[in-house]
């Protein structure tokens, strides 16, 4: 079956503008999560969305980072006024319920100029 | 705090060779944990997993690990390396009540020598 898929695959921006990136998780799949990957680190934990609860936004690192997912599906991570320390592969991924194995997608790599 | 630490950054090893990748965490109790593994441009991948009973755990691709809660560590090992497991291992943590936290560890480059 179909595995999540994230788009762009690649993204350049300038500093100072805004981006969205958007996830598309598994079918069925009621947990969906948000990583940032920054080069030679491991990864980073940003948001996750479980069914209809409200999300988990503690590891947003600023408020310029927001997220949300409509229709318990797709996701879309937004990053407002882009710095280049922004610059990352953003992970996303999905798993059946909340704490089981994730599902990753290929990742978003922005670049912040 | 919750945290997991993978100690070996790199790591390189001939072909055919035994591999052992650590990984030593720090939780109040039993969490769920995981080893996933990225390979060069591509998404991560789990390799396996454990969350309760038989604590030598068997995964994809031939790899094994090892819970030990008396050295809170949870070891990746694979008795014979092929080339193509040259990839960047993680290994992961897993809350297993209250608030979800998934912590990943910083990961270890695995590097295969023909």
């Known amino acids: 079956g179909a595995g999540v898929s994230q788009s762009p695959s690649n993204k350049v921006t300038e500093k100072g503008k805004d981006v969205e990136l958007r996830c598309d998780p598994i079918?069925?799949?009621?947990?969906l999560y948000w990583y940032r990957q920054s080069l030679g680190q491991g990864l980073e934990f940003l948001i996750y969305?479980?069914?209809?609860?409200?999300?988990?936004k503690s590891g947003l690192p600023s408020d310029r980072f927001s997220a949300e997912r409509t229709g318990g599906s797709v996701s879309t991570l937004t990053i407002q006024r882009t710095q280049q320390e922004d610059s990352a592969v953003y992970l996303c991924?999905?798993?059946?319920?909340?704490?089981?194995?994730?599902?990753f997608g290929p990742g978003t790599r922005l670049l912040v100029l | 705090a919750q945290s997991v630490t993978q100690p070996d950054i790199h790591i390189t090893v001939s072909e055919g060779a035994s591999l052992e990748l650590r990984c030593n965490y720090s939780?109040?109790?039993?969490?769920?944990l995981f080893w996933y593994v990225q390979s060069p441009g591509q998404g991560l991948q789990l390799l396996l997993k454990?969350?309760?009973?038989?604590?030598l755990v068997q995964g994809i691709k031939g790899f094994e690990a090892e819970f030990k809660r008396s050295q809170s560590s949870f070891n990746l090992r694979k008795p014979s390396v092929h080339w193509s497991d040259a990839a960047e291992y993680f290994c992961a943590v897993g809350s297993t009540s209250g608030t979800y936290k998934y912590i990943f560890g910083t990961g270890t480059r695995l590097k295969v020598l023909a």
């Open positions: 454990y969350f309760s009973g038989d604590t």
């Open positions: 079918s069925g799949h009621t947990a």
């Open positions: 991924a999905s798993s059946p319920i909340l704490q089981e194995t994730q599902y």
């Open positions: 939780y109040g109790a039993t969490p769920y």
């Open positions: 969305f479980q069914g209809n609860s409200a999300p988990d």
